[in-house]
Each structure stands twice: as C-alpha cells, then as structure tokens.
C-alpha cells in the first residue's frame, strides 16, 4: 500500500483492534488538551484572528461557536492545542502529529460530498493522518539540515486528512501532499526554545496549510511531488514500505505535565524523589539537573509569560515540588510570580550529559540529585518521562487527565457529554455530534 492508497482505502475495518482503541485515546486526549489550552491568552488572540481573517462558513471554533472557514478552524484550534505543551507526541519526529491531525480532520467534517461522516470513520482518518505525518516528519529529519516545528511535517498529515475527506483522486492527493510540504512552516524549533513565544510548534500553521492544500489541489492548483514521500532520500530506510501493516500511531506517548517533553524526566525524577523521601521543600539546598544537551537548554528560571514556563526548566521542576502536578493554573497567571515556586527555581542547576545526548531523540533522560541542607545528597538515577509509548497511562489515567483539563472550563455536564461522545466515537453515526459539543462559548 503507497501513500495515495493508504490516504483513500484504509478503513475502520482494516485497523487492528488495539489501533482502533489506541485512535480514541488520542482523540480524546488531544481534544482535552485543547480544553485546557482555551485558558490562555494564545488561544483568545488566535480565536478573534482566525474569525476575522478565515470568515466563512464550514469550521467552528471550539467553545467559542464562531463560524470560520476550514482552513481557519484548523488554524485556531490547533494553536489551541499547542498553547498548552500537554499533547501527544513521537520521539522520532521529536514533535506532535495529533496538534494538527485532530483538528484538521475535524475542521474538514463539513467537507465530506456525502454529507455525513460516522465516527469510525472519523477515527480512520485521525489514523491516516497521523501515519502520513509521523513518516513525514521522520523523512524531514533525516534530509534537512535543520530542525524544523512540528507544522513542517504534520501539514502532510492534514493534506492527507482533508484529502480523504474531499475524495480527491490520486494525481490531485498528490499535489496535495506537495503543496502541503511546499507551504508548511519550516520554522527553526530552537529559536522558540531560547526565546519562548506564541508561535510555539508551528502545529495550527501547518494545520492550516495542509487543510488549505487539498483544497487548492481540488480546485486544480499544481505542488506535486512530495519530496517527503517521494524523493530519493526519503525512503532510505524503507520508511514508506510498511504502510497499512506497520503502525507509526501506535509510537505515540501521552504528557501528564503542561511542559515541553524535555523538561519531563528531570520533572518525575524531582518528584519521585520527594515522594520517597517525604521531602520538605524547606530542606532543599540545590537541585541538580543532569540531562541531554536541547534539554539543558531550558533555561527560563523566572519565565514571566506561560510560553517561556512551558519551555522551562528549572520553573516547572520547581513547580511540579510546590504543586505536584503541571496544568494550566501552575503555569499562567498569578503562578509565574509564587514566591515558594521562584525560590525553589533559582536552585536549579543544569548539566549537560553527552552520553545522555547521544541517545536523544529515541530516549530523553534526566538525572536529578537533591542536595539537602544538612549535606546529604538524594540521587534519583536516570529517569525516563511518565507515559512513553513503550509504558503508556491505563484507561482510567487517559480519563482521569481529560477531566482535570475540562474542568477548569466546563460544566461538569458538558463536560461528560462531550467525554462520553469522544470516547464512543466509534458508536456515532454523524462525527458532527462532536462539533455541537464543542461549538458553544464558555464563561471567561
């Protein structure tokens, strides 16, 4: 099966059972990151651009109930979902597929020439796109010189997505593809990592040009080829060889924290150490961080802006002592000014470790020693973040996180509604039950 293929005739059927699961966990926790996401002044801004610049009608913009156009959609709701670090990812990729795929796919439901799109087939899609975009975003890698926003790799997926959802035929999906990669943001990643901004990981800007791709290429607009797909280098490794029987969206891992991934192991190493130990934050003399070398350059202490805390280091180690746990209240607002957490942060210290460089992307690892005020010093070993794809959270944790994200924004009722109708998607004749649940405004 080649991409073209895969993008029109996999189906819900086709999917292994565990895949199938795996899509609505996914869904569910992307759509919850979006929830805690609309809590930002990102999210605010990007919803009232997107409403004035992507008028139209066939996308909505989620609790907000606006009617935009689907490439606008796509937009804003993805940056949504960016604006809180809490989404999935790949290790290879070393970024995020679902950030655009999700709202892509859901952006394109009013697409469909049928009118109608089942859930299951909603869930297929998310499958595809993700496929599409994770194989992307590794050929990207492996050919570019630089390192590239995940928007670069994940508007493939969106094309793809969009692609599907129009019933392009094979010459115009493959202009698609090309037109995506052409115009998806091939931003520097590292720029937003030493200088933390609203522009983050580029996923609602190649959300928006992989929707507006196919629909260019419908429209008879010239892109292909995809380099990515079809360029000589891109198959080096026989990465396009095992489409439709090798699963690139069961790589995924999940985030329990609001904070880049890299920040991760050193923030569960902090944390196992306080909880084995039962340790008083007043006994903590210094806070030694021991990592891998794009880790050890988060080095915002007083981040004053929730962008700059969530490509932070020392802050969300701190924090996560002070708070236990990462979400939005811990990193907005008042929180960037807590005293104790301040304090705490100023005690960090980070190393770079080159053997621990070595085994980034496919390992991110940290080692965190406490030093006390008496002297001792607690070692907690090399930690791995919490939810990799090898070790990923049971049900009742993927559940659990999506109802701590919406609670802060929505009613306990709709909340379970829109939980029940995310989880059960497969069950729902018309994917668009999902929109009505997510279309409405919310209170400030």
């Known amino acids: 099966m080649n991409a073209i293929e895969l993008i029109h005739e996999l189906t819900w059927d086709l999917l292994p059972g565990g895949l199938r699961h795996a899509a609505r966990r996914h869904l569910l ?35 907000d109930g606006r009617q935009v156009s689907p490439p606008g959609a796509a937009l804003a709701n993805g ?3 960016d604006a809180l670090d809490i989404h999935d990812g790949h290790s290879l990729t070393k970024g995020h597929a679902g950030a655009a795929v999700v709202p892509a796919a859901l952006a394109t439901l009013g697409l469909a020439p049928a009118g109608t799109v089942p859930g299951r087939e909603l869930l297929a ?25 995940s928007g670069a790799w994940n508007a493939l997926g969106c094309a793809a997505v969009t692609a599907r959802r129009l019933g392009l035929n094979s010459e115009q999906t493959r202009h698609a593809l090309g037109i995506a990669e052409y115009h998806g943001p091939r931003s520097p990643m590292m720029r937003c990592i030493d200088h933390p901004t609203m522009v983050k990981d580029g996923s609602g800007w190649g959300a928006m040009a992989g929707v507006s791709a196919a629909c260019l290429a419908q429209a008879g607009f010239t892109g292909a080829p995809a380099a990515l797909v079809e360029g000589p280098d891109a198959d080096a490794a026989g990465l396009w060889a095992d489409l439709g029987h090798g699963w690139r969206a069961a790589e995924q891992y999940f985030k329990p924290h609001a904070v880049c991934r890299w920040a991760q192991p050193a923030v569960e190493a902090a944390l196992a150490l306080q909880q084995a ?34 490509y932070s280091l020392p802050f969300p180690v701190a924090a996560a002592l002070v708070h236990g746990r990462l979400g939005a ?37 940290a080692r965190v020693q406490i030093e006390l005020d008496d002297g001792a010093c607690l070692d907690s070993g090399e930690m791995v973040p919490r939810w990799e794809a090898a070790d990923p959270p049971a049900d009742a944790e993927v559940l659990d996180k999506f109802r701590w994200l919406a609670a802060g924004v929505l009613p306990a009722e709709r909340a379970a509604a829109l939980e029940d109708a995310l989880w059960n998607c497969a069950e729902l004749p018309d994917a668009r039950t999902l929109l009505d649940r997510l279309a409405s405004p919310v209170a400030s």
């Open 277 to 310: 130990h039962a340790l008083p934050l007043a006994r903590i003399h210094c806070i030694r961080v021991v990592t891998f070398a794009h880790a050890a350059r988060l080095r915002i202490a007083h981040p004053a802006t929730t962008e700059a805390a969530q």
């Open 79 to 81: 940056m949504t979902i």
């Open 329 to 365: 209240e811990a990193l907005t607002g008042a929180a960037l000014a807590d005293e104790a957490v301040l304090a705490l942060a100023d005690r960090v210290e980070l190393a770079e470790d080159p053997a621990l460089s070595a085994r980034f992307p496919a390992e991110r690892l």
């Open 29 to 63: 926790d992307t759509v919850g990151a979006a929830l805690g996401g609309r809590r930002t002044e990102l999210s605010r801004i990007v919803h009232d651009f997107a409403a004035c610049a992507y008028g139209g009608q066939g996308g909505t913009l989620w609790l």
């Open 125 to 149: 899609t998310v499958v595809v796109g993700y496929e599409i975009a994770i194989r992307a975003g590794i050929a990207l890698h492996a050919t570019a010189c630089d390192y590239h926003t």
